[in-house]
């Protein structure tokens, strides 16, 4: 098994496990869409209406709270000590846990953002539109995240620093995210559009998120 | 004394006692001849004597987009280059490049509630401004929260360069989008459109507000150089005591 594979196992695995936190990002998720009709009133016209953009503020926050785990664990145990000096490049080490972390956390999320479309009152036709758009705009939010976590493990502060530092990057993801699930649900008028330049936004972060967040460890933690 | 000397920070701070008051004698000199300049251009056709908050409007746009380029630079200089005063001069930029950004947004918004009839609106050019000082918001925290300057620095620098991505969207927002903010109307093909009455006293204030950055962004380093000088003194001092007990 190749270096990059076995490290991609041992991520999921650590995440799957108790105390990882692989199904505590949907519970999150879930919590929150819960709390919204609270909030807003139980009008169902209303919740209709914000149904895609609550599903993507959940999706975002619920993805954003567990970054925090991606590198303060392997910091405090020497592992991230280890990464940094193998013979694996930084970069690519760094994209696969990003890939295990999308795959444990926020898989789970656009699995689960059909049920919880349900109890937001969004059409049953667009929820598919709905999910895929989550499905193609989480890479994005979890690799731009990467950075903010390279960051915060850098200077030993988690939590709020790090919201703090990724809310901003993310915004246009959430912008075109909320964008193409809304035109899905006005009958696809610009579905193609938002959805193409969600898409751009995952691939382009794909590449530059790693590398940024190589930078941000090998600068901050040597 | 060649350029590079300016590296060794005694050298700098020489250098900068020295420009400090000729500096801060010609940023007052043009602001006093940009405000005189200011007050008797023209009225707008349209908005009346409101157009004059653009005096200090778009300067402060650009001088908050100045700020974010220069830490940019600065940061190229830490990572890339390992100047000794490049993070220096990061991290003296930030405040002030947030403060103008700061400037920018709560002038546009209240320029924009007599022309506009809102004092806040959604569309691109706004946005990313926002977008620009939650960034200086950022990297702000980042500097606040390190507890060694240096590498606080550095994860700053980081952050400086990926948020410079942001610059392009903001100079081009209006005219990728469309937005209630005017479009370009002095950096744009074909020359300015905006009369030379009230064109001149906007490049005068420009420049004055630019003096401004610079005199700031000077003394601010010399702060921060004279603050790590205190913080070293201090943990030798610590040091001395605990060998001594």
């Known amino acids: ?222 | 004394m060649a350029v590079i000397d300016i590296a060794n920070p005694t050298r700098f701070l020489a250098l900068v006692n020295r420009l400090l008051p000729w500096l801060t004698a010609a940023t007052l000199l043009l602001f006093a001849v940009g405000l005189s300049q200011a007050m008797h251009a023209p009225d707008d056709y349209q908005q009346g004597a409101t157009v004059k908050i653009m005096f200090l409007h778009v300067p402060a746009a650009w001088l908050g987009m100045f700020g974010w380029g220069l830490m940019s630079i600065a940061a190229l200089g830490t990572l890339v280059w390992r100047h000794p005063l490049a993070d220096v001069a990061g991290k003296a930029a930030a405040p002030i490049g947030a403060a103008f950004t700061f400037i920018c947004l709560i002038t546009g918004s209240l320029w924009g509630r007599p022309t506009w009839g809102t004092y806040w609106v959604w569309d691109a050019r706004l946005t990313s401004v926002l977008v620009l000082f939650l960034l200086y918001l950022g990297v702000l925290a980042l500097y606040w929260t390190a507890e060694d300057p240096g590498r606080g620095a550095r994860a700053a620098a980081v952050l400086s360069l990926v948020g410079a991505v942001n610059l392009p969207i903001i100079k081009f927002s209006v005219e990728w989008w469309n937005t209630l903010h005017q479009g370009s109307s002095i950096f744009r093909m074909g020359g300015p459109t905006i009369d030379p009455s009230i064109l001149r006293p906007l490049i005068v204030m420009a420049v004055a507000f630019t003096l401004l950055f610079v005199t700031l962004h000077l003394a601010a380093m010399r702060n921060e150089i004279l603050r790590r000088r205190v913080r070293a003194m201090r943990l030798m001092q610590a040091q001395a005591l605990a060998e001594a007990t």
């Open chain 1, 1 to 222: 098994m190749s270096a990059l594979s076995a490290l991609l196992v041992r991520d999921m695995r650590v995440a799957v496990r108790v105390g990882g936190g692989a199904l505590m990002g949907a519970l999150f998720f879930l919590i929150v869409v819960t709390m919204v009709p609270f909030a807003v009133g139980p009008d169902l016209n209303l919740l209709a209406r914000i149904g895609p953009a609550i599903l993507w503020l959940g999706a975002l926050l619920a993805s954003l709270l567990a970054l925090d785990r991606l590198f303060a664990t392997d910091y405090e145990d020497g592992s991230l000590d280890l990464l940094m000096t193998g013979r694996v490049p930084l970069e690519l080490a760094v994209a696969v846990k990003a890939i295990a972390h999308w795959l444990t956390t926020c898989l789970p999320l656009v699995v689960i953002a059909p049920v919880l479309g349900l109890m937001l009152n969004v059409e049953l036709s667009a929820m598919g539109w709905v999910a895929l758009t989550l499905l193609a705009g989480t890479p994005a939010l979890t690799f731009i995240g990467l950075i903010g976590a390279a960051l915060s493990v850098a200077l030993r502060r988690g939590g709020l620093l790090l919201a703090v530092l990724v809310l901003p990057l993310t915004i246009p993801v959430l912008i075109f995210g909320v964008a193409a699930a809304d035109a899905a649900i006005v009958a696809g008028a610009s579905f193609g559009p938002a959805f193409t330049i969600l898409c751009a936004l995952s691939l382009a972060s794909l590449v530059l998120g790693p590398i940024a967040a190589a930078a941000a460890l090998r600068h901050g933690l040597e």
